[in-house]
Structures are given as C-alpha cells and as structure tokens.
C-alpha cells in the first residue's frame, strides 16, 4: 500500500470520481482545437496504471519523450485542478468567497471601481454568515484600498465604519489564530507522546497550555473563537486523562454546531472530528448509553449530503465511525462480533489509501490485535502488532510501547516462556529508553518474569497478589493510560477466576448496565 501513490500528478487522477473525469475531459476539449492533447493521453494513461510506473508510462506513450514528460506532467496537474476548481465553485463557501474577491479585483483593474465595491459588499454578506472572518479581512482590505486611493462618492460614516471593522476583526482574527494554534500543537504533543506520563510531563504541559492560551478569554466570542478554544481544552484534558473534562469540552464543541447548525456544512470536518472526540470520551468513561446515541447520531449523520460530499469526509466518518464500533466491543467484551468488522474495514482502508494517513493504520491495527487478543486468537493478535513493532517508531511511542507489552502476553498465553526472559528485558529496555514506563507496567514485567518460573499450584496466589496491587493503581492519574490501552485488569481476573477474558469483560459490561437501569 506505502508503494501504490507515490507522485502527486498520479495521486490527484486516481482521487477523481467518475464527474469529475467527465468534467475534465469537456473543460479540456472546450478549451482547445486539438482533440488529441498530449495531455489528455497522458491523463488517460494514468488513470489506468493500477501503481506508478514512468518506465510503463512512457512506453504507453511513444510520441512523449523522457525530457518533455515533467512538464507535460506539470500542465496537466494544473489544468486538472483549474477544472476542479469550476466544478466545485458552487459546492465551497472558501471558493465562492475567492471567486468574488477574484472578481471584484479584476474590475477594479479594468477601472470600474463601483462594480467591484458592490461585488465585495456581497462578498462581506456571505463571508459574515458564515464566519469567514479570514476572508473578511481581505474584502475590507480591497475596499479601503479603493476608497483611498479613488474618489467613489461614499459618505464618511462608510469610510469610519470600514476602520472600525478592519480593526473589530484584526481583534477576532488575532485570538482565532492564537487558539488555534494551541490546539494545533497540542494535538501535535499528543501525536508524537501520547499521555502525560509523570508529574514532570504535566508541569511541562500545564506550562506550555497557560503560556499559549490567550489573556483577553473575556472577549472569546464567535464560533470559530470557541470552537478552538474547545479543541484545546479538549485536547489538554485528553493528555492529562482527566476525562471528565474531555467529555465536557468535546459535549461543548459538538453543542457549539447544535448553536449554528449552517456552520456543520462550512466546518464540516471539525464536526467529524469532534464526534470522534465525544465517542472517545464516552469510551473511556465507559458511558455506555451516551456512546451509543452519540454513535447512533454519528452514524445518522455520516449519510447525509453534507458527509458524502468529499473525499475526506467519507474517509473519516468511515474511519471514526469504525474506530468506535471496535471502541464498543471492547468495551462490551464481544470481540467475535467485532472481528467481523475486520474485513470491510480493511477493504476500506485499501481503498481509501490515497486519503488515510499512517497514524489511523497504526492505530487501527492496535485495535484489531487487541480484539484478537481478547477472543484469544494469539497468534493473529501477534500478526497485527508486528505490523506495528516493525514499523517507525516517531509516531505514537505510546502505542508502540503497549504494542510490545501485548505482544510479550500474547507469547505468555501461548506458552512460548523460553522466549519471556529475553522479551520482557527488551520490551523494559524500550519502554525505559522511550521514557514511557511507568508503575503498573513495571509491576506486570515483574509478575511476569517471576511467573513463568513457577508451578501451576503457586500462580494463582501469585495473581491474585497482581491483581490487588495493580487495582489499587486504578484510580491513579498517572497509571489510567495502562488501563486505558491494556486491561490488564480484566485479563488478570480471567486467569484468577479461570474465565475467558470476554467473558469477565461482558460481565462487567452487563453489571453497569444493570446499575444505570436500577438509578433510572
């Protein structure tokens, strides 16, 4: 799959759907005598490479010489994207506004200045319903541009309201991109370390967190304001994993689009991604009810237009949506019926290659080893993690840890103990060296270690020892995140109590929703 896209020209052919094909095809023979354009060939030509291939390519193309292919190539990438761009004008609040602005710069220069000020006052209009205050900026630019330097007859109360205006949203901008930035690299940190992992990680984080958050919270308002002020929040409570506060503020981002239901087809992808968010924070409170009504209403929404306009819409509802149905049967304990999942999701991630960045095939493949894993089917668990453990390591050194720690159990479910003393120094060596271990998980490599070596008779008192340091270390804020990725807990309970391990989960599953139901 890292083979099949690998230059950009091929990447943009192979993302078109069939109308947009069609589409190029008229935009290019309108625009041309010549019905047999070089470029038209080459276009056809890629379209039915299944990989990219020059030497294959040129042979398909006999009258294109090796030295005339880059630009060829390079004509034929921007007369896609400026057939694009015709096609989608109507469908994009962003490229109406820079088709209006476009214009309106256009007349300006031709001289006719009247026309172009009544073009950008309509820009003003949409870019104000629709909180593009980024474009705003850009309209009041042009118009203070035309009104000073030109005599257009407008009164002096215009001219003040457009300096008042200019600075209202050089304010607004200012604090959009601020939040915004915060967000951005918090999400960042979380990438690349996952959690906070000891009290050094959070001073570092709550630091970093005051710093970049804006003095003047007094004056957020707006959607976009709020919207990243949200992210951020959410994001900070995520890697301290205080959940509560996750769930809180991704429930806000979410009401945020309840607030301005037009902003779900402007900022579509900020809604898909905060669903993902409230499912996760469900997911780790174990709210069982809410996860699936949220489920339900992501799901719902996944079918309408808005969700199945673009690419990457289909993509990540796809994506999230699946990630949480996984999330359910692991929290439910029904890993059979969430490994039947498995092959559409594949299929899927096939053929959204194009679309589907490696940290989401990371995870994914962390999901589906955990739910073999739990079903007992080792071996398979192990397959999945190898994709992980042999992969790079600068992305999620979180999971890559846990990836280890799950292949370490794997092998001690299937009795492979002659290969434990070597896996456990090596799996401690890289949770060290990444700075990633912490207490419960120097407690398992113990037991671990010292387990293999001892009769059957002497493990299960053994356990239950384990067991009871390890639920002691439930509630602490900074041993959650084993939980959270391994749950060592249930998994030892399955030894002690001689069950398989979706059984103990499903009974937990079952206990809670009986507590609910007798609280309602």
Not at 114 to 135: M, V
Not at 179 to 193: E, P, T
Not at 214 to 236: I, M, R
Request: proline share 2%; hydrophobic share 40%.
């Amino acid at each position: 799959m890292s083979n099949r896209f690998t230059d950009a020209l091929f990447q943009l052919v192979h993302s078109l759907e069939k109308s947009e094909k069609r589409h190029f095809k008229l935009y290019i023979k309108r625009s041309s005598a010549n019905e047999d354009l070089k470029i038209i060939r080459l276009f056809d030509a890629l379209d039915k490479l299944p990989e990219y291939d020059e030497k294959l390519l040129l042979k398909k193309l006999p009258d294109i010489k090796k030295p005339q292919l880059a630009n060829i190539k390079t004509h034929l990438y921007k007369q896609l994207l400026a057939s694009l761009r015709l096609l989608k004008a109507t469908e994009n609040i962003d490229l109406q506004l820079s088709e209006h602005l476009d214009h309106a710069r256009v007349l300006y220069n031709k001289g006719l200045k009247l026309q172009g000020l009544k073009i950008l006052e309509k820009a003003k209009e949409i870019a104000r319903a629709n909180q593009k205050f980024n474009f705003l900026a850009q309209v009041i630019s042009l118009e203070k541009k035309i009104e000073t330097l030109h005599i257009t007859r407008s009164s002096t109360e215009k001219t003040l309201q457009l300096a008042e205006e200019a600075q209202e949203i050089s304010s607004h901008i200012d604090r959009v991109t601020r939040l915004s930035n915060l967000a951005l690299l918090m999400y960042r940190w979380f990438v690349l370390n996952g959690h906070a992992r000891n009290p050094e990680d959070l001073q570092q984080m709550d630091k970093f967190f005051k710093e970049y958050l804006p003095a003047d919270l007094g004056e957020v308002n707006g959607f976009y304001e709020k919207l990243y002020l949200y992210q951020s929040y959410s994001w900070y409570a995520f890697i301290k994993q205080d959940f509560l506060m996750y769930y809180r503020y991704g429930q806000k981002w979410i009401d945020l689009y309840e607030e301005h239901p037009l902003m779900k087809e402007v900022e579509t992808g900020h809604y898909i991604k905060g669903m993902h968010n409230l499912l996760n924070a469900h997911f780790d409170l174990r709210n069982f009810k809410r996860f699936e009504i949220t489920l339900k209403q992501f799901e719902e929404f996944s079918k309408t237009p808005v969700a199945t306009h673009h690419d990457n819409f289909r993509t990540h509802t796809f994506i999230y949506i699946n990630s949480a149905k996984i999330n359910q049967h692991l929290m439910q304990g029904t890993f059979r019926e969430g490994l039947a999942l498995v092959p559409e999701i594949e299929e899927k991630l096939e053929e959204y290659a194009l679309f589907v960045d490696q940290h989401r095939i990371l995870v994914f493949n962390y999901k589906i080893a955990t739910l073999h894993f739990g079903n007992g089917d080792f071996e398979k668990c192990i397959d999945y993690l190898q994709r992980i453990i042999n992969g790079p390591i600068d992305l999620r050194v979180d999971l890559q840890c846990y990836a280890r720690l799950l292949h370490m159990l794997a092998h001690y479910e299937m009795g492979n103990y002659e290969l434990m003393e070597s896996l456990s120094k090596s799996v401690f060596r890289f949770m060290a060296r990444m700075k990633n271990i912490t207490v419960v998980e120097e407690e398992m490599l113990k037991f671990l270690r010292h387990s293999f070596g001892i009769s059957p008779r002497e493990l299960k008192p053994e356990l239950e020892k384990f067991l009871h340091k390890i639920k002691h270390l439930e509630k602490n804020p900074f041993e959650t995140r084993a939980f959270a990725y391994l749950d060592i807990i249930s998994w030892t309970e399955s030894k002690v109590y001689q069950k398989p391990m979706r059984d103990v989960v499903y009974g937990k599953y079952l206990e809670s929703r009986h507590r609910l139901l007798s609280k309602a």
